[in-house]
């Protein structure tokens, strides 16, 4: 089945640091990727997403790149902000040809960021 | 609009009794989720509606779950005979047919069974 594997958290940076959060994933086929952030006492909210191999997903600084050959969609953002303090999750949704339309996520990433 | 908004917020209630949750989609999106995340865990798939009909289920959702959307807008959620294991957040969203992906989530309804 279809799983998403993200790195264990917390991870605390300092503002302005430089922000990797690892996912990688296992699916069937080409799936569409995703990154949501929860914010705390918010809904989840999509970050950005990417719908084929090589795409790169982009939005508020952050960026992930569907990367096939490892199986990988890693968040990056290049200095990260106080208000970027919020759990990340990575999902993936099945490929267009397998009729559902159900995400599977991460676990979840929380990060904290410092002044 | 004002988005996916769900009803109530929290809800605490005794081993055995049930208990039912509301979920309002955005009005022009015809399709709409239940999610359930625990402590810790991502959000776990448990149905979708297109309009009316109920198309997927999870083997998560047991006969004790059930969920309805009668006239394609607001949806339920209804939990019979809840146990300590239930307790958790249920998420609902909704999207266009037009955009599958394109999960509008609402801020969820915290269950805790005593």
Redesign the interface.
């Known amino acids: 089945g279809n799983s ?1 594997t993200q790195m264990e958290g917390p991870v605390t940076l300092s503002e302005e640091a430089f922000l990797t959060i690892n996912c990688t994933y296992t699916a069937t086929g080409y799936p ?1 990727l ?1 990154w ?1 952030v929860q914010y705390p ?6 970050l950005l ?1 990417a719908t084929k191999a090589d795409d790169k997903g982009s939005n508020k600084g952050f960026e992930a790149t569907y990367r096939k050959e490892t199986t990988s969609f890693h968040l990056e953002k290049g200095s990260v902000q106080v208000s970027d303090s919020a759990v990340y ?1 990575c ?1 993936l ?1 099945p490929y267009s040809g397998a009729g ?9 990433t929380k990060l904290s960021v410092i002044p | 609009d004002t988005g996916v908004s769900q009803d109530p917020r929290h809800k605490i209630t005794k081993r055995g009794q049930n208990v039912t949750f509301r979920c309002d989609p955005i009005s022009e999106h015809n399709r709409l989720y239940w999610y359930r995340q625990t402590l810790g865990q991502g959000p776990e798939f448990l149905t979708y509606f297109q309009n009316e009909a109920q198309l997927e289920k999870s083997r998560l959702l047991s006969d004790r779950f059930s969920a309805e959307r009668p006239k394609g807008s607001f949806s339920t959620l209804e939990i019979q005979r809840t146990e300590q294991g239930d307790s958790a957040m249920y998420l609902c969203a909704s999207s266009t047919s037009a955009d599958n992906y394109g999960y509008t989530f609402g801020s969820g309804t915290r269950l805790t069974v005593v």
């Open positions: 998403v569409s995703f949501y006492g918010e809904g989840l909210q999509l997403k999750f999902a949704a559902s339309y159900q995400l599977t996520f991460g676990k979840g």
